[in-house]
C-alpha cells in the first residue's frame, strides 16, 4: 500500500523522468481522499486514466502547449486528476485571469470576464456557455493523446507548502478543508508521486481520527 512501483522512495525519480509512466505502471494508491460521503482511493493507473481523458477534453477545446491555466480548485481527488492532465499537456501556471487561455475552477463567476476558456468542476450545474468538466471529462478517450512531459521539473518549486500539508514516513496527508490547490500544493503531490508515495486528502477529521487514518494508510 505504501510504494507505487518497484522505485525505491530513497532513490525519487528526477526531472525529465516520466512521471505519467511511473504512476500508470502501478496498480497501487496514488490518491485517497476521506471525504464526507466516505472514502475514494485511486491507484496510479486509475489516476492516469483521468488525467489521459483531461488531456483530450483540454486538447478538443484548443488548449495546448504553451498555454497558460489558472487553477482555482477545492482540493479534492477529482481536482487532482485533472490538475495532472493540465500538467501532462504542459501548460504554464498564472494567477492572472487576463493571461490565462483556460480556467479550471469551481467558482465559475469570478471569471465571467475573462477571455479564457472557463472548464468548471464540482458544480451540479454549469452554464452551457461553459464547460462541463466533470460531464464531459467522463466520455473523453482513454488512450494516450501526449508523449512524456516533463511534470517533476515543470511542478518543483522553493514555494513552502500550507501548514496542513505533513509528509510522513510512507505518504504526504493533507488537511483537506478548506484548501485550494496552489502550485506549492502541487509540488508537495508531485513530490510524494515521484517518491513512489501516495497522497491522503482528509476533509474534515479531529486528532484522533487523523491518529487512526494515518494507521490504517500505514502513513508511519
Known amino acids: ?6 522505485t525505491s522512495s530513497n532513490n ?7 512521471l505519467i509512466g511511473h504512476l500508470a505502471a502501478s496498480p497501487r494508491p496514488a490518491i485517497i481522499h476521506y471525504a464526507a460521503d466516505g472514502r475514494t482511493e485511486l491507484s496510479g493507473r486509475v489516476t492516469v486514466n483521468w488525467a489521459t481523458k483531461t488531456t483530450h477534453l483540454l486538447d478538443s477545446y484548443g488548449i495546448a502547449e504553451p498555454d497558460t491555466i489558472l487553477v482555482d480548485v477545492p482540493v479534492t481527488w477529482r481536482a487532482t486528476v485533472m490538475v495532472l492532465g493540465a500538467a501532462w499537456s504542459a501548460l504554464d501556471w498564472t494567477t492572472d485571469p487576463d493571461d490565462a487561455a483556460a480556467i479550471l475552477t469551481d467558482r465559475p463567476q469570478l471569471y465571467m470576464e475573462s477571455a479564457a476558456e472557463i472548464f468548471v468542476t464540482h458544480q451540479e450545474t454549469v452554464d452551457p456557455a461553459l464547460v462541463n468538466v466533470d460531464d464531459e471529462v467522463l466520455s473523453q478517450a482513454d488512450d494516450a493523446l501526449l508523449p512524456p512531459a516533463d511534470i517533476i521539473g515543470r511542478a518543483a518549486t522553493d514555494q513552502p507548502a500550507d501548514e496542513r500539508v505533513r509528509v510522513l514516513r510512507s505518504g504526504t496527508l493533507i488537511k483537506s ?3 485550494r490547490l496552489d502550485e506549492a500544493l502541487w509540488w508537495a503531490m508531485v513530490d510524494a508521486w515521484r517518491h513512489s508515495k501516495p497522497v491522503v486528502f482528509v476533509d474534515t477529521a479531529d486528532a484522533d481520527q487523523l491518529a487512526r487514518i494515518i494507521e490504517t494508510e500505514r502513513l508511519n
Open 177 to 179: 478543508e478548506g484548501l
Open 1 to 6: 500500500m505504501i510504494q507505487l512501483s518497484s
Open 12 to 18: 525519487p525519480l528526477e526531472s525529465p523522468a516520466d
